[in-house]
């Protein structure tokens, strides 16, 4: 366990030195002109827009990989849970009436920790509400039903949210003022950045250490190896898939206050999209296994911004399928595979 | 459980499909009447309108749609127009809060469905009127826009939006179209503001990617550099911060963006801003202008944040200061209780041109469909002149308004108690029209 974790840990580090380079090569490619310095310092910028979209990206990927692997259902309503999760952070903030940035500091972050609470847990109830009611029912029926009941939740919840909300953008708070920066290697990068980032990586490690060393985490990875032993053995399997979803549904909703702190702009539609690309993260990265959805979460927000960085701005879309396409066609089970014995 | 379940679900849906039915059946659908008394003894013509009117667009359409509606209730006040009573047949273009060009069509087919529409005033946006002008010209309905700037609806490559009708043109605009409106904030970043190397960004729409290649021409002609260009489509989780960091090495000194508020205008700036270069002047065309208020739903200073607005400058492509001085503002605020927007008094220009064009063909039009086409006729004939709020103007035989007028405005965030709002620069003529 300890040395699965470090092990994972060293991988992560190299990972991040690794791409930082890339980045910093893929700028030079895209400006040739610069000088080495301007280019470093570009490709940092660069680098902590790709970290910070990357973590939105692979919180929302780890409910699709968790429910994935516990159920074999691709819920496509968690693209909207997410949106819901910034919808219920924007609500909090507004109605606690804080509208801009916070300047003390014990109280930003009082309200944030707040925030989180608040949002993840009643992210939570719901997409264990979403699972008794609409996906439970239907859990023996054929594999298609439950697909178009998720597909059905994803448009009752954007409906729900037009309607009660807003049908356009509506401004969300962004309380942690962009005045908050720190420079490295000549790039001025707002503290807000890393802090989404950070958040991020806290979440997973402790979703890592939930799934991989606690009595519940067992349970998950015996009901996605094997359902009816895991039940034979003493495993309450209701119980267990709808932690499940609350787990991975409060990540969604961490993710969504994120996306609103960072973005300023939330709108009923964004879960689609954002959904979509979480979605794409989790097969990149072997769907069902949650160190992949973080990777392809991560590896998604990296292209991304490297279509911007070398001057490919308008084929971003194009360049993030094509890598998916060229994954798949040499690794069918995404990068790091499906990990069948431990997928939870 | 599971019983009560399941028909509690089956309740639940029966409810939502009967609240909705009801929603339907509310009063308040696409048509509404010019109020105010008197009208014709012959009875009614409508002036149909399509414009983006709910979600974030409300900023752009409703203070349009209100100087339709004023120019109508005062036509009516004074007996209307040829004898006929007016109306106005409305039509929204905006799909969840954003303007739409598939809605916007099937708007248009609407409207020239109805007999009694003679004219038309809309679309606000350059890629709605693309979709909509192949319906009205088919129709050989009239149509003005207050605000479409896009260069080929009426000039090089117009015949393609007249497929069935090549020789009979029926669109005309007031607005000042990009190939003035982005060569005049090149002019203004350049000699006003004193800069030299710009960032170009559009939002890839036919509106926001033409006006920025026509700034880009003027701005490289004038002897500016051209840091970068880059085109992002709007989308619901689409990130500006990337593209201006890619720029920040090039020292750009001031960014123009090509689209409007709502197709990421307001969050280009807020990113900017985000990005560490919230220094560096941000400036764009009447898609970025709205002049709303900061808190104003959908508004440019709404979506940016006020604390981002600084140093923000922007076009319209109408005149700013009317000949008949504060009347028409006036006027306006009496019947809306808010300032004009930046095509108020435009849309209040069609508006008359329709009425007048109306008014001297009734007496030779036998039936609707006959008026219809005198209207169109009569606004093609490049002789007539028009005395509107505008001043007196005349079109060109593309249906160009001959009298352009750019007007230069800026964001000031101290404004309407710190909420921000838009302070007007300057204005410029280009007399002749092309």
């Known amino acids: 366990m300890t040395f699965r974790i470090l092990r994972l840990a060293l991988i992560a580090a190299g990972a991040l030195v690794i791409s930082w380079l890339l980045m910093i090569g893929l700028t030079w490619l895209g400006t040739r002109s610069e000088s080495f310095s301007n280019v470093v310092a570009t490709g940092t910028a660069q680098y902590f827009s790709a970290l910070t979209i990357g973590a939105i990206y692979a919180l929302i990927a780890l409910g699709y990989t968790m429910v994935y692997g516990i159920i074999e259902l691709i819920n496509f309503a968690h693209g909207d849970v997410f949106m819901v999760g910034a919808f219920v952070a924007y609500l909090i903030f507004t109605s606690l009436g804080f509208g801009g940035a916070i300047k003390s500091i014990p109280l930003l972050i009082g309200i944030l920790l707040l925030g989180f609470l608040v949002t993840m847990v009643v992210l939570g109830v719901l997409g264990a509400a979403i699972e008794?009611?609409?996906?439970?029912?239907?859990?023996?029926?054929?594999?298609?039903?439950?697909?178009?009941?998720?597909?059905?939740?994803?448009?009752?919840?954007?409906?729900?949210?037009?309607?009660?909300?807003?049908?356009?953008?509506v401004p969300s708070p962004q309380l942690v003022s962009l005045e908050y920066r720190f420079t490295l290697l000549g790039a001025s990068v707002p503290l807000l950045n890393l802090l989404i980032f950070l958040v991020a990586v806290v979440l997973m490690i402790a979703l890592q250490v939930f799934v991989g060393g606690t009595r519940l985490g067992r349970a998950m990875r015996s009901t996605a190896q094997d359902r009816e032993a895991a039940q034979l053995m003493g495993v309450n399997i209701n119980a267990t898939i709808a932690i499940t979803f609350f787990i991975g549904s409060a990540l969604a909703g961490a993710a969504g206050l994120i996306y609103g702190l960072y973005k300023g702009n939330i709108v009923f539609n964004l879960g689609f999209d954002a959904g979509l690309k979480a979605f794409t993260a989790a097969v990149l990265g072997g769907i069902g296994n949650t160190v992949g959805a973080a990777l392809g979460g991560f590896a998604i927000g990296f292209i991304e911004v490297a279509a911007v960085t070398t001057g490919l701005s308008r084929w971003q879309e194009a360049l993030v399928f094509s890598v998916l396409i060229l994954v798949l066609v040499f690794r069918p089970a995404g990068i790091l595979g499906q990990q069948i014995g431990e997928r939870a | 459980m599971q019983k009560f379940l399941r028909s509690s679900a089956v309740g639940l849906t029966l409810l939502l499909v009967l609240a909705a039915c009801q929603g339907n059946n509310a009063p308040g659908g696409g048509s509404t009447s010019g109020s105010g008394a008197g009208g014709g003894s012959k009875g009614t013509v409508k002036i149909g309108v399509d414009l983006p009117l709910s979600g974030n667009e409300v900023a752009n359409g409703q203070p349009t749609f209100n100087g339709i509606k004023l120019a109508v209730d005062e036509a009516n006040k004074n007996g209307g127009a040829g004898g006929y009573k007016i109306e106005i047949n409305k039509q929204d273009d905006a799909v969840n809060g954003v303007h739409n060009p598939d809605q916007g069509a099937t708007n248009a087919k609407t409207l020239v469905a109805d007999p009694a529409v003679v004219g038309m005033v809309g679309p606000f946006n350059s890629n709605v009127a693309r979709?909509?002008?192949?319906?009205?010209?088919?129709?050989?309905?009239?149509?003005?826009?207050?605000?479409?700037?896009?260069?080929?609806?009426?000039?090089?490559?117009?015949?393609?939006?007249?497929?069935?009708?090549?020789?009979?043109?029926?669109?005309?605009?007031?607005?000042?179209?990009?190939?003035?409106?982005?060569?005049?904030?090149?002019?203004?970043?350049?000699?006003?503001?004193?800069?030299?190397?710009?960032?170009?960004?559009?939002?890839?729409?036919?509106?926001?990617?033409?006006?920025?290649?026509?700034?880009?021409?003027?701005?490289?002609?004038?002897?500016?550099?051209?840091?970068?260009?880059?085109?992002?489509?709007?989308?619901?989780?689409?990130?500006?911060?990337?593209?201006?960091?890619?720029?920040?090495?090039?020292?750009?000194?001031?960014?123009?963006?090509?689209?409007?508020?709502?197709?990421?205008?307001?969050?280009?700036?807020?990113?900017?801003?985000?990005?560490?270069?919230?220094?560096?002047?941000?400036?764009?065309?009447?898609?970025?202008?709205?002049?709303?208020?900061?808190?104003?739903?959908?508004?440019?200073?709404?979506?940016?944040?006020?604390?981002?607005?600084?140093?923000?400058?922007?076009?319209?492509?109408?005149?700013?200061?009317?000949?008949?001085?504060?009347?028409?503002?006036?006027?306006?605020?009496?019947?809306?209780?808010?300032?004009?927007?930046?095509y108020s008094a435009i849309a209040y220009a069609c508006t008359q041109v329709l009425l007048k064009a109306i008014s001297d063909s009734a007496a030779s039009a036998s039936d609707m469909k006959s008026l219809r086409e005198a209207v169109r006729a009569y606004v093609f004939d490049a002789s007539k002149t028009y005395d509107t709020a505008l001043g007196k103007i005349s079109f060109t035989s593309t249906g160009d308004i001959k009298q352009a007028f750019i007007s230069f405005y800026k964001v000031d965030p101290s404004l309407n108690g710190g909420k921000g709002g838009w302070t007007f620069v300057k204005q410029q003529a280009f007399e002749g029209g092309q």
């Open chain 1, 132 to 169: 008794r009611f609409a996906y439970r029912p239907l859990r023996n029926a054929p594999r298609l039903a439950p697909l178009i009941t998720a597909i059905g939740v994803s448009f009752i919840l954007q409906n729900v949210v037009q309607v009660l909300i807003s049908n356009s953008p």
């Open chain 2, 131 to 342: 979709s909509i002008i192949p319906v009205t010209n088919e129709a050989g309905l009239a149509e003005c826009s207050p605000s479409n700037t896009a260069v080929d609806l009426t000039k090089t490559g117009s015949d393609k939006l007249r497929p069935q009708n090549p020789d009979k043109r029926n669109y005309f605009r007031l607005a000042a179209p990009d190939d003035i409106q982005g060569p005049a904030m090149a002019a203004f970043d350049y000699n006003d503001l004193g800069k030299k190397n710009a960032y170009i960004l559009d939002d890839t729409e036919a509106f926001g990617k033409g006006v920025a290649d026509e700034f880009q021409k003027a701005f490289v002609k004038l002897g500016g550099k051209v840091a970068k260009r880059d085109g992002q489509k709007y989308s619901a989780s689409v990130d500006y911060t990337s593209l201006f960091n890619s720029v920040k090495s090039l020292n750009p000194d001031v960014v123009y963006f090509g689209g409007t508020q709502v197709t990421g205008g307001g969050l280009a700036r807020k990113q900017m801003v985000q990005a560490g270069m919230g220094a560096i002047p941000f400036t764009g065309p009447d898609g970025i202008a709205d002049l709303g208020t900061g808190g104003s739903q959908g508004a440019f200073i709404t979506l940016a944040g006020v604390d981002n607005s600084h140093d923000v400058y922007g076009t319209v492509a109408g005149v700013h200061d009317l000949p008949s001085g504060s009347d028409f503002s006036s006027r306006y605020k009496a019947a809306f209780q808010n300032d004009p927007g930046a």
